[in-house]
């Protein structure tokens, strides 16, 4: 049986890139053909002596084709463009750490932008993933040039990012950076990230290879998605705790985990495709940022807990 899933979490968000042969038609394909420039930020302030103009220490970066502000940065930030800051990207493809460019896009105004990766490295499964790397970078002086390992499940086109050393920071290179740095920095991110993904196969493995009963899976769903203390919770708080295990026991029975059904695998499968695709909030700027990985990596603990 072959299910896959026409669209993943992040198509409404990034554009599909696989026709492309090079970084630049990336770029140009995903909307990332823009610069960007600082520029000085003031202010008229209006005192009973008249208007005097304020200057303020800090600049703001502004999107060069739309003049939109992007956000405010200190003295030391300096831009990077995005055919620089991507740059590596076509050295790793040339090198055949890249087997194909696969998604790009940004979010909000241009303030930080991606571009997702199919790598060579395989996982062998014999439920089909395969590796991907995010590339981002940020214009709005809240972030760095980050590298972060993402395996996709291809039955459901589920996302699990990284799940280890959670909390810790991810490998990033800052806006002083220079280029050539930058080109080491991003394959040396690269080659850690691949070390992942070892790990990950090994886990999902022991996941495709032990069953569940009912109980098991009951238990699972109540440590991944607790109700609210009885006693303490509102009604609206108990039905929509009720909600959620519901949800998700029906992501784990679904269509899309037919073919691991009734293994550990389906478990955390399906908690994985309940945040990606029924969690509340927009899904593909948890993904990209990095905030489902919490919910990922406790269903990943209590799966991992069964076998």
Same mark, same amino acid.
């Given at each position: 049986?072959?299910?896959?899933?026409?669209?993943?979490?992040?198509?409404?968000?990034?554009? $599909?890139?696989?026709?492309?042969?090079?970084?630049?038609?990336?770029?140009?394909?995903?909307?990332?053909?823009?610069?960007?420039?600082? #520029?000085?930020?003031?202010?008229?302030?209006?005192?009973?002596?008249?208007?005097?103009?304020? $200057?303020?220490?800090?600049?703001?970066?502004?999107?060069?084709?739309?003049?939109?502000?992007?956000?405010?940065?200190?003295?030391?930030?300096?831009?990077?463009?995005?055919?620089?800051?991507?740059?590596?990207?076509?050295?790793?493809?040339?090198?055949?750490?890249?087997?194909?460019?696969?998604?790009?896009?940004?979010?909000?105004?241009?303030?930080?932008?991606?571009?997702?990766?199919?790598?060579?490295?395989?996982?062998?499964?014999?439920?089909?993933?395969?590796?991907?790397?995010?590339?981002?970078?940020?214009?709005?002086?809240?972030?760095?040039?980050?590298? !972060?390992?993402?395996?996709?499940?291809?039955?459901?086109?589920?996302?699990?990012?990284?799940?280890?050393?959670?909390?810790?920071?991810?490998?990033?290179?800052?806006?002083?950076?220079?280029?050539?740095?930058?080109?080491? #920095?991003?394959?040396?991110?690269?080659?850690?990230?691949?070390?992942?993904?070892?790990?990950?196969?090994?886990?999902?493995?022991?996941? /495709?290879?032990?069953?569940?009963?009912?109980?098991?899976?009951?238990?699972?769903?109540?440590?991944?998605?607790?109700?609210?203390?009885?006693?303490?919770?509102?009604?609206?708080?108990?039905?929509?705790?009720?909600?959620?295990?519901?949800? /998700?026991?029906?992501?784990?029975?679904?269509?899309?985990?037919?073919?691991?059904?009734?293994?550990?695998?389906?478990?955390?499968?399906?908690?994985?495709?309940?945040?990606?695709?029924?969690?509340?909030?927009?899904?593909?700027? !948890?993904?990209?940022?990095? !905030?489902?990985?919490?919910?990922?990596?406790?269903?990943?603990?209590?799966?991992?807990?069964?076998?």
């Amino acid at each position: 049986m072959t299910l896959i899933r026409e669209a993943n979490a992040l198509n409404r968000t990034l554009v $599909d890139v696989t026709t492309t042969s090079s970084l630049g038609e990336v770029i140009t394909a995903g909307g990332l053909d823009y610069e960007v420039a600082l #520029h000085d930020l003031q202010s008229n302030v209006v005192t009973p002596d008249g208007v005097t103009r304020v $200057d303020f220490a800090q600049s703001g970066v502004v999107r060069m084709d739309t003049l939109t502000p992007l956000g405010v940065v200190g003295e030391r930030y300096t831009p990077i463009q995005n055919a620089d800051a991507f740059e590596p990207l076509q050295y790793l493809h040339d090198e055949g750490f890249i087997e194909t460019f696969e998604q790009a896009g940004t979010l909000g105004d241009g303030q930080r932008a991606f571009i997702i990766a199919r790598l060579s490295k395989q996982i062998s499964l014999t439920d089909q993933h395969h590796a991907r790397v995010l590339f981002s970078t940020t214009h709005d002086g809240s972030g760095a040039y980050s590298v !972060r390992a993402i395996a996709e499940r291809l039955f459901c086109a589920n996302q699990i990012p990284r799940l280890t050393q959670l909390g810790k920071s991810i490998m990033s290179i800052r806006h002083t950076t220079s280029a050539a740095e930058r080109v080491q #920095h991003v394959r040396a991110a690269v080659l850690n990230e691949i070390q992942w993904f070892d790990e990950y196969a090994d886990g999902i493995d022991r996941m /495709l290879n032990t069953t569940v009963n009912t109980a098991r899976t009951n238990a699972f769903v109540n440590q991944v998605a607790p109700m609210p203390p009885r006693g303490k919770a509102t009604q609206r708080q108990v039905n929509a705790g009720t909600k959620r295990q519901q949800d /998700l026991l029906g992501r784990i029975h679904g269509a899309h985990n037919k073919n691991i059904e009734g293994t550990v695998a389906a478990l955390f499968h399906g908690a994985v495709e309940y945040s990606d695709y029924d969690a509340r909030g927009n899904n593909a700027e !948890r993904i990209l940022l990095g !905030r489902d990985v919490t919910f990922k990596q406790r269903a990943w603990d209590a799966a991992l807990a069964l076998v």
